[in-house]
């Protein structure tokens, strides 16, 4: 069973970085694709950032040029590097590991960037 456990949240001002950590632990294998969501208050999940094993990433338009995702695959494990960040970047940034088709969440870290 793999287990997903982020860190790295907290309360920033507009303006300011933070940067999120994942490790995907108990697979054998480098996980497939790492990525991170987000899902603010009243809003449905949103798809942040992903990065494959071969480090191919993609983002949304809402962050691009903001946030930077980086893995470790001998660790199974993804950063997300967010800079400038806005009040609208507030939300629980939930990281998810795809392994053979198998999706795994973590429990979500709380982002919260104060006007």
């Known amino acids: 069973q793999v287990q997903v456990v982020e860190s790295g949240g907290g309360l920033v001002q507009a303006g300011g970085s933070l940067r999120l950590s994942c490790t995907a632990s108990?697979?054998?294998?480098?996980?497939?694709?790492m990525a991170w969501y987000r899902q603010a208050p009243g809003k449905q999940r949103e798809l942040v950032a992903g990065?494959?094993?071969?480090?191919?990433?993609n983002y949304a338009d809402s962050v691009k040029g903001r946030f930077t995702i980086s893995r470790d695959n001998a660790k199974n494990t993804v950063y997300l590097q967010m800079s400038s960040l806005k009040p609208e970047d507030t939300a629980v940034y939930y990281c998810?590991?795809?392994?053979?088709?198998?999706?795994?969440w973590g429990q979500g870290t709380q982002v919260h960037v104060s006007s």
């Open positions: 998810n590991a795809l392994l053979y088709g198998v999706s795994f």
């Open positions: 990065i494959t094993r071969a480090s191919i990433t």
């Open positions: 108990g697979s054998r294998s480098s996980i497939n694709v």
